[in-house]
């Protein structure tokens, strides 16, 4: 054989990243020895397959017909590999996520640890990105994220109920201030605004007898993580649009007062997803069984 299974993977792993790095942290490996493994493949084909330079790293055209090539047959192999864990007793490897930061923390304890303990042979690697990404072409078996934002052609199996906004500020912020009744007096209060990954400001959405619409709320501070708006909003800074399970704790203690709760709707929550396959493979097959159960329970 003219070149090691792991030197394809490496291969195809490097053109899927887009760089050496980024897929060596993928196949845990060091860098050096990614490289080697591509360059030991390249030498032995007589063909240059990448283009390098010091700030970037590109297939070459042989290096482009090679990996549209090789990329199903390694495909087929890890479905043939996935079969053959079908016949295992307790699934195995490294079941790799990549999720929202919210979305991570919502999830952590209920399945991901709970996960762990029922197959101590697993491994989770769970990343937290704000943007969308192609979990396919980056190496992901799954992906978690509320099911508007689930790419079309995915499988989405929903991960508990629907979930529902809350409006809320501290006490001491409603001492010299007036509590909104309707969207509109949200004009004359300070906002926690947030910038979504896209770049865009997050316009506070609402419904209410069958009326929905979005606002761009004012307000001095913007911030791109609900924790850092959660601690704010705590602090006094301004009223803070954030998920009810986030503050339901603030809420239940007074730390935090919620306003506006007839005007924020229920939305389908987050949902596990993945590329449609005939086979699903031992280690996600046990992720979805867990979700299926812990869903059966909270329904109950």
Request: net charge neutral; proline share 6%; hydrophobic share 45%.
């Amino acid at each position: 054989m003219r070149g090691t299974l792991s030197e394809l993977e490496a291969v195809v792993t490097v053109a899927g990243r887009g760089g050496f790095r980024a897929a060596a942290r993928e196949l845990g490996i060091s860098s050096s020895a990614l490289s080697q493994q591509v360059a030991s493949l390249e030498a032995r084909l007589g063909i240059r397959l990448f283009n390098r330079t010091t700030r970037s790293v590109t297939l070459s055209s042989a290096g482009e017909q090679f990996v549209a090539e090789v990329t199903p047959a390694l495909a087929a192999i890890r479905n043939a590999v996935d079969l053959a864990d079908e016949h295992r007793s307790e699934p195995s490897g490294t079941l790799r996520i990549n999720t929202a930061l919210g979305a991570a923390r919502m999830i952590l304890t209920p399945l991901v640890l709970e996960y762990l303990r029922r197959h101590p042979q697993m491994n989770i690697e769970m990343l937290t990105e704000g943007a969308l990404v192609d979990i396919n072409a980056k190496g992901f078996d799954a992906g978690v994220r509320i099911l508007e934002a689930v790419p079309p052609d995915m499988v989405a199996i929903p991960i508990g109920r629907m979930i529902r906004p809350a409006i809320v500020g501290s006490p001491s912020y409603f001492e010299d201030r007036e509590k909104p009744r309707v969207p509109a007096d949200l004009n004359a209060h300070r906002c926690i605004r947030a910038r979504m990954a896209s770049g865009s400001i997050y316009r506070w959405e609402f419904s209410k007898r069958g009326e929905a619409f979005a606002v761009d709320v004012p307000g001095p501070l913007i911030l791109d993580e609900s924790d850092l708006m959660l601690r704010a909003a705590r602090d006094g800074a301004g009223l803070a649009y954030l998920n009810e399970w986030q503050v339901a704790e603030d809420i239940a203690t007074g730390r935090l007062v919620q306003v506006l709760d007839d005007w924020t709707p229920s939305y389908p929550g987050l949902c596990l997803y993945y590329p449609g396959r005939r086979h699903l493979p031992a280690k996600l097959r046990a992720f979805v069984d867990l979700i299926h159960e812990v869903n059966r329970r909270e329904d109950g």
